[in-house]
């Protein structure tokens, strides 16, 4: 088990998931520095989690092996250009899950030498079935890579990717995937509704089904098209509601909406960051 102490700037939805998911695999809250604006969110972190609580970020560059930014990318510059003279004084792995702020962005305002890995993690984080794409400036070192792949690891999957370009098109599938996959089973949920089932059993089915397709998805050696066909009896309900979704553009509709994804990422780049 990883035994560096890791700083979160940024106690959020995703720093949660991700301090949740580490001190579920193991790690030790103690070993744990998270900072905020909001002093409700620290001190919520403090009583449930039982980490370490700082209002000022400096205290998290010197407490932390790591510093993971997990502010929204909107704030990250103003952060960084903060801990910029404190990381010249250490040698300090930094971690950005930031979607669309590249590595030229955070070598502008954190300075040319500092060990950055950018990463785009997502929610299932909280449960340890997150997926999390790295990639690594030519300033991490072989050991800083093992480090922040444990980190990530212990929360889910972990791919590097030697093309950071490749990062917008991952926050499309992966990063914001989970909000797809929970947006068709509010569909579903409200459809189910109208066939007259309760909300309760509803919701059991759609869960249970979501689970049960990503597992045999996951374990099958058939792709998603094949373990389709073998729920789609010819004639049958299955077959009815595919040509239904078909018929109605979903594919398409699929395309557009992870284009669109991806494109908000590269503009997110440009608007916010330095490139
Ligand atoms: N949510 C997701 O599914 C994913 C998010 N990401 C990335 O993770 C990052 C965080 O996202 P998310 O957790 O959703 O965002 P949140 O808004 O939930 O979390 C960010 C937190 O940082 C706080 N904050 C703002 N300014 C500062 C500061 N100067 N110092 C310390 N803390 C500060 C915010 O407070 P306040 O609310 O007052 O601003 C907020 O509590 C983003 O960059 C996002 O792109 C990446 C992958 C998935
Ligand atoms: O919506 C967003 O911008 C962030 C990045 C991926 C998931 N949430």
């Known amino acids: 088990m990883n035994t560096k102490t890791i700083g979160f700037i940024g106690g959020g939805n995703m720093a949660t998931s991700l301090m949740r998911g580490l001190i579920a695999s193991g790690h030790s809250p103690q070993q744990i520095w998270v900072s905020d604006t909001v002093p409700e969110t620290l001190q919520a972190h403090a009583d449930q989690l039982h980490v370490n609580i700082a209002a000022d970020n400096a205290n998290i560059v010197n407490e932390a092996d790591v510093v993971v930014l997990a502010v929204k990318p909107q704030t990250l510059r103003d952060v960084c250009l903060q801990i910029a003279p404190q990381l010249k004084q250490k040698n300090v792995l930094v971690v950005s899950i930031a979607a669309g702020i590249s590595q030229q962005s955070l070598a502008l305002w954190l300075g040319a030498n500092t060990a950055i890995v950018r990463c785009m993690p997502n929610t299932p984080a909280l449960v340890q079935t997150g997926a999390t794409a790295l990639h690594a400036n030519p300033q991490v070192n072989d050991e800083q890579k093992d480090l922040a792949e444990n980190i990530l690891r212990a929360v889910g999957l972990t791919l590097w990717f030697g093309d950071e370009a490749q990062l917008d098109a991952v926050t499309a599938v992966s990063g ?40 045999i998805a996951l374990e099958s050696a058939e792709s998603p098209a094949q373990l389709r066909a073998r729920v789609t009896s010819p004639g049958g309900t299955t077959q009815q509601a595919v040509e239904t979704f078909l018929q109605h553009g979903f594919v398409d509709l699929v395309a557009k909406a992870l284009h669109a994804a991806r494109d908000r990422s590269i503009e997110m780049s440009k608007q916010l960051g330095a490139d």
């Open 176 to 215: 914001s995937g989970p909000a797809y996959f929970f947006l068709l089973m509010e569909a579903m949920e409200r459809a189910a509704l109208e066939l007259g089932l309760d909300e309760h059993s509803a919701r059991l089915l759609i869960q249970q089904t979501a689970l049960g397709a990503a597992k």
